[in-house]
């Protein structure tokens, strides 16, 4: 039998030290840990979600908080994996600061939602695509602008007023508008939007007013029904008076839902309920500066 003449141990080093990196690592291994298996965390199955429609009331970090038309409000979470769509092209994969800047309070936009498979109704959403037009964008950047270059002011402004006023709860009332609505409805009529834009120029020519705005409804429907349809009235209500009446919000006060607490009439007859079906628009000014 023929037996191959043995290498000398210089040339064995001299191969291993230039074999590729995968031999060397597996040379190296133990039969034992060949056998190693490294569980990760499955990511949650995904299904098509609501689309949701609105204007960015707020944001913090990467969740968005849209309030749509009917003054509901949804929350919505931006990821590395979200498209943003402009009327002029589209921000794909990930969605980068020049993205993220772009989604600004006040923006009008549309949005594609994902939710997991096994959440349920209150699951968050998870925003697979965002869309808004240029035009819309642009307008937003030019109110952020704006208000950028008198924020100074403005906060000065505020600081003082509220340095004045001490005690909140001590306004007189100048004047309240009442706006009504249907039974379960939250649309506003054209007579009222143009009594409230009526009432914020009038508003805003006093000094130092504030306006509270509290929605309530009739004895219609449950007390959680009727408070969610409080808030959603009050929160159309102040969309209206900001975006279109021009009302700044820095003097608006916290709106509230009283749902049919503190009627203005009976609940007993259709007539009665017809006016308890409203937001009242209240014009303040705190005693502490009222005739400054």
Same mark, same amino acid.
């Given at each position: 039998?023929?037996?191959?003449?043995?290498? %000398?141990?210089?040339v064995?080093?001299?191969?291993? !030290?230039?074999?590729?990196?995968?031999? !060397?690592?597996?040379?190296?291994?133990?039969?034992?840990?060949?056998?190693?298996?490294?569980?990760?965390?499955?990511?949650?199955?995904?299904?098509?979600?609501?689309?949701?429609?609105?204007v960015?009331?707020?944001?913090?970090?990467?969740?968005?908080?849209?309030?749509?038309?009917?003054?509901?409000?949804?929350?919505?979470?931006?990821?590395?994996?979200?498209?943003?769509?402009?009327?002029?092209?589209?921000?794909?994969?990930?969605?980068?600061?020049?993205?993220?800047?772009?989604?600004?309070?006040?923006? %009008?936009?549309?949005?594609?939602?994902?939710?997991?498979?096994?959440?349920?109704? =209150?699951? !968050?959403?998870?925003?697979?695509?965002?869309?808004f037009?240029?035009? =819309?964008? #642009?307008?937003a950047?030019?109110?952020?602008?704006?208000?950028?270059?008198?924020?100074?002011?403005q906060?000065?402004?505020?600081?003082?007023?509220?340095?004045r006023?001490?005690?909140?709860?001590?306004y007189?009332? #100048?004047?309240?508008?009442?706006?009504?609505?249907?039974?379960? #409805?939250?649309?506003?009529?054209?007579?009222?939007?143009?009594?409230?834009?009526?009432?914020?120029?009038?508003?805003?020519?006093?000094?130092?007013?504030?306006?509270?705005?509290?929605?309530?409804?009739?004895?219609?429907?449950s007390?959680e029904?009727?408070?969610?349809?409080?808030?959603?009235?009050?929160?159309?209500?102040?969309?209206?008076?900001?975006?279109?009446?021009?009302?700044?919000?820095?003097?608006?006060?916290? %709106?509230?839902?009283?749902? #049919?607490?503190?009627?203005?009439?009976?609940?007993?007859?259709?007539?009665?309920?017809?006016?308890?079906?409203?937001?009242?628009?209240?014009?303040?000014?705190?005693?502490?500066?009222?005739g400054?």
């Open positions: 039998m023929h037996v191959p003449p043995r290498l %000398p141990i210089s064995l080093l001299a191969a291993l !030290a230039v074999a590729p990196p995968a031999m !060397a690592f597996a040379a190296a291994q133990s039969p034992a840990e060949s056998n190693i298996v490294v569980n990760g965390v499955a990511a949650p199955a995904m299904t098509a979600g609501p689309e949701v429609r609105g960015i009331a707020a944001r913090n970090g990467d969740r968005l908080k849209i309030s749509g038309a009917d003054g509901a409000s949804t929350i919505v979470a931006v990821t590395d994996t979200t498209r943003i769509r402009t009327g002029g092209g589209l921000f794909a994969g990930n969605h980068g600061k020049l993205a993220a800047d772009s989604l600004l309070n006040g923006l %009008p936009v549309r949005i594609k939602t994902l939710r997991p498979v096994d959440g349920d109704a =209150d699951t !968050a959403l998870v925003a697979s695509q965002i869309s037009r240029n035009s =819309d964008l #642009k307008t950047s030019m109110i952020r602008n704006a208000t950028a270059q008198r924020f100074d002011e906060t000065a402004a505020t600081e003082a007023l509220r340095g006023m001490g005690d909140i709860d001590k007189n009332i #100048k004047n309240t508008t009442n706006v009504h609505f249907d039974t379960g #409805k939250t649309e506003l009529s054209a007579e009222d939007k143009a009594g409230l834009c009526a009432t914020a120029t009038s508003a805003q020519a006093t000094d130092n007013a504030l306006l509270l705005v509290v929605g309530y409804t009739d004895s219609t429907g007390d029904y009727n408070q969610q349809l409080s808030e959603k009235r009050a929160n159309r209500v102040i969309n209206y008076l900001q975006q279109v009446c021009g009302w700044k919000p820095y003097r608006m006060l916290t %709106p509230t839902g009283m749902a #049919k607490a503190d009627p203005a009439a009976s609940n007993d007859t259709p007539e009665g309920k017809a006016q308890n079906r409203r937001v009242a628009v209240n014009v303040l000014v705190s005693k502490s500066v009222d400054l």
